[in-house]
């Protein structure tokens, strides 16, 4: 992608550089070779759902770089990406794992292929596996310990502890941080939620990614993040193991991007922060499905637990109810406490609606023995808190899930906390927000896809409180304040 200048484009964003590494060689070495003006298109995903930052690269080969250097699907590719909007440039240190869409052009002039690429610390990282155990660590420490053998490759990480007034960067209470130092990391953290309950668990050899994730769907969350499930995700900054509410409440703390989204959007060069920080397209794609809501326990949930060493199978009478046991654990996109008040339902209409004889049913095959001789916490025991809490949370935060399209803006994130405004689709002539489709969302997954020089950004978000307009006692980011040359490294 050849670079272009010229009047403002917000949507413009070039590849730089694309240097192949080959395997052994090293960054720089002058038999590498730069295949930036060869990608035609190129996308890059990052989701709270995935452990790994990863992407593509469309290419055309008119030099016969595929068969003559050749690309085996062992090579690093380490990327620079400009955006132009707010001059936001990426370097990525990626490794190329599969070479597929093979097309030879009938005058045989030339091949298009696509590049498959993950960053390179997970690719690494993805080559090891193991059996291993813990007897009374907690989730925060196995984590950290994990990291350090299986990404870090053995090697101490330094503690990191911003300077708001250096960084513009705020960690919420309880947070354990590290300065990444692996070649490929520069610039990058590593950021735990700290845990208090002591586990023992056996893990059963999976890959460090998969490993971490076991820990994560069997982590109880300390007060005042005891509600959701924990994620362990990578994105441009680094890796992360924490709860939604550590990202509600890092937003809070550090503020976020804001955006807006109306009928009009003013292509005036004067008029480039509107531009920056509008929406092209944003939709809702389910409302409500209360019928779904009743079939997959939203509101109530049952535990039958077969206990296979006893041979019987217990029956728990108690409901677990979302109101009464579990929305005071709950934090909304605010970073408040959650509330019935903003809830999609009535209150009366959850009482009436969703009772102990609908509630969903779920089954926990029980194979191993009350452990009363140590304090360590043996995460099977709270299983059906578990499966109760995440089942809750889950079906509320999908009810506000909302997808929202906009050019350029590399710097958005998954786990960012951004801030849309939309006004209410009414006759009336007011001017506030809708408050169902307006407020403070968890951005959890961003795609950036770039063709033809112009990246198109689609975010899929979520907010904890379907009713709020966004009621907002934390900061936030002037788009006007934005200095140029925001950068990001790995």
């Known amino acids: ?98 070479i597929d869409d093979l097309d030879i052009r009938k005058d045989q002039n030339g091949l298009s292929y696509t590049l498959h690429w993950v960053s390179k610390t997970s690719y690494e990282a993805s080559r090891r596996s193991f059996i291993t155990s813990f007897n009374g660590k907690t989730s925060s420490k196995i984590v950290e310990d994990l990291f350090k053998k299986y990404y870090h490759g053995g090697v101490g990480m330094e503690p990191y502890t911003p300077s708001f007034a250096k960084n513009k960067e705020e960690l919420p209470e309880g947070t354990k941080a590290f300065r990444l130092g692996k070649l490929g990391d520069k610039g990058r953290y590593l950021y735990i939620e700290k845990t208090e309950h002591p586990m023992q668990l056996t893990i059963p ?21 005891a509600g959701s499930s924990f994620r362990w995700f ?18 809070k703390l550090n503020g976020g991007l804001q955006f807006q989204y109306g009928a009009f959007i003013s292509l005036d060069a004067e ?14 794609p389910l409302r409500v499905d209360t019928g779904n809501q009743i079939q997959e326990g939203a509101y109530k949930v049952k535990i039958i637990e077969v206990d296979i060493l006893k041979q019987n199978i217990t029956d728990y009478s108690h409901s677990f109810d979302y109101q009464k046991d579990f929305l005071n654990k709950f934090r909304d996109s605010t970073g408040n406490k959650a509330t019935i008040k903003n809830d999609i339902h009535t209150e009366d209409f959850i ?21 009363t001789s140590s304090k360590a916490f043996k995460s099977e025991t709270n299983f059906r808190n578990l499966v109760a809490q995440r089942t809750f949370y889950r079906m509320h935060s999908l009810a506000t899930s909302v997808v929202g399209v906009t050019d350029g803006r590399l710097d958005v994130k ?37 063709e033809n020089g112009e990246l198109k950004t689609v975010m899929s978000m979520f907010k904890y409180d379907w009713s709020d307009a966004g009621d907002d006692d934390g900061k936030r980011t002037d788009p006007e304040k934005s200095k140029p040359g925001l950068q990001a490294r790995f």
């Not at 050899?205 to 969350?221: C, E, H, K, M, N």
């Not at 009482?351 to 452990?371: G, L, P």
Request: with cysteine; hydrophobic share 40%; glycine share 6%.
């Open 1 to 98: 992608m050849a670079d272009q200048k010229g009047a403002f484009n917000p949507s413009r964003c070039e590849i730089t550089s694309a240097e192949i590494v080959p395997f052994g060689k090293m960054v720089g070495d002058k038999s590498n070779i730069n295949i930036a003006d060869m990608i035609a298109a190129f996308s890059m995903h990052t989701a709270l759902n995935k452990s790994a930052l990863h992407g593509k690269c469309d290419v055309y080969d008119a030099i016969g770089i595929l068969e003559n250097f050749p690309l085996r699907g062992e090579e690093e590719i380490h990327l620079t990406i400009k955006a132009f909007d707010l001059q936001t440039e990426l370097e990525l240190a990626c490794f190329i794992y599969k």
């Open 205 to 225: 050899d999976l890959s460090p990614a998969q490993a971490i994730q076991f820990v994560a769907r069997r982590t109880w969350g300390m007060e005042p993040n």
């Open 234 to 251: 990578e994105n441009v900054n680094g890796f992360y193991f924490v709860s939604d509410e550590w990202l509600y409440e890092y937003g």
């Open 271 to 284: 008029d480039a922060i509107e531009q920056m920080t509008s929406l092209s397209q944003f939709g809702n």
């Open 351 to 371: 009482k009436k609606t969703f009772t102990d004889e609908n509630a969903k049913r779920f089954m926990i095959i029980r194979d191993y023995k009350d452990d």
């Open 414 to 450: 998954a786990g960012d906390v951004v801030r849309i405004n939309t006004l209410s689709k009414n006759i009336s002539s007011d001017k506030e927000d809708n408050p169902q489709i307006s407020g403070r969302f968890l951005v959890t997954s961003v795609d950036n896809d770039v």
